[in-house]
């Protein structure tokens, strides 16, 4: 079976720092998508990617850059980190659109 | 945009009791999906259910899809099924996945 995996498991940066989080799968799937998860809102999409160099805009994507530069990686960079952020972020891919996902075990983000 | 709203937020159980969930959608789902997310951990997907029922084990999802309300049941629940569920719809031409703010639940021994 495949796997998707995210790095780092933790994060914690510095107010304005430039952050980047980085997603790999090797089910050879198309799309690839990143959520933000904060407790008690649910999942909210950042940014998805429908193949290799595609790039769409999610709900959230304000504040944070995107990069599809092969099919098995999805990186995103939080551009400015706000003080007191904290977040999971969680990386997500499926075969094509509108099928079946598959996560990542998130990467958990503090800004102190 | 699409709303998804999942009731109750948060369901304390005993060991054995049956837990039902409910998921209600704002606009017509192309795609449904049910997942599970361990405390401190990534989200499973349980079910792809747009329409109909769907079985695996203890669970049941049941979606009717012209009514815009999806349940998940959990039966004989056990202290492991302790976590959140998620419901996430895909409505019309919408590519994008919109997630419920889910139901936490507890399962005491």
């Known amino acids: 079976g495949g796997i998707i995996t995210q790095t780092p498991k933790f994060l914690i940066g510095q107010e304005g720092q430039k952050l980047t989080l980085k997603c790999q799968q090797n089910?050879?799937?198309?799309?690839m998508y990143w959520y933000r998860q904060d407790s008690g809102k649910g999942l909210r999409l950042i940014y998805y990617?429908?193949?290799?160099?595609?790039?769409q805009k999610g709900d959230l994507s304000e504040g944070y850059d995107a990069s599809r530069e092969k099919k098995s990686s999805f990186s995103l960079t939080v551009t400015s980190a706000q003080k007191n952020e904290m977040a999971v972020f969680l990386c997500?891919?499926?075969?094509?659109?509108?099928?079946?996902?598959?996560f990542g075990s998130g990467t958990r983000l503090l800004v102190i | 945009g699409q709303q998804v709203q999942q009731s109750p937020a948060s369901l304390v159980l005993q060991e054995g009791e049956n837990a039902e969930l409910q998921c209600n959608f704002s606009?017509?789902?192309?795609?449904l999906q049910w997942f599970y997310q361990h405390p401190g951990g990534r989200l499973v997907s349980l079910f792809y259910?747009?329409?109909g029922t769907k079985h695996t084990g203890r669970l049941t999802s049941t979606t009717v899809t012209n009514e815009r309300r999806s349940s998940l049941h959990i039966s004989s629940s056990q202290t492991t099924d302790s976590g959140t569920y998620f419901c996430?719809?895909?409505?019309?031409?919408?590519?994008?996945?919109?997630f419920g703010k889910g139901t936490l639940l507890t399962v005491t021994p």
């Open positions: 997500a891919s499926s075969i094509r659109q509108n099928s079946d996902y598959t």
């Open positions: 089910f050879n799937h198309d799309t």
């Open positions: 996430a719809i895909v409505g019309g031409s919408n590519y994008k996945l919109t």
């Open positions: 606009s017509t789902a192309t795609r």
């Open positions: 259910n747009p329409s």
């Open positions: 990617s429908i193949t290799e160099n595609d790039l």
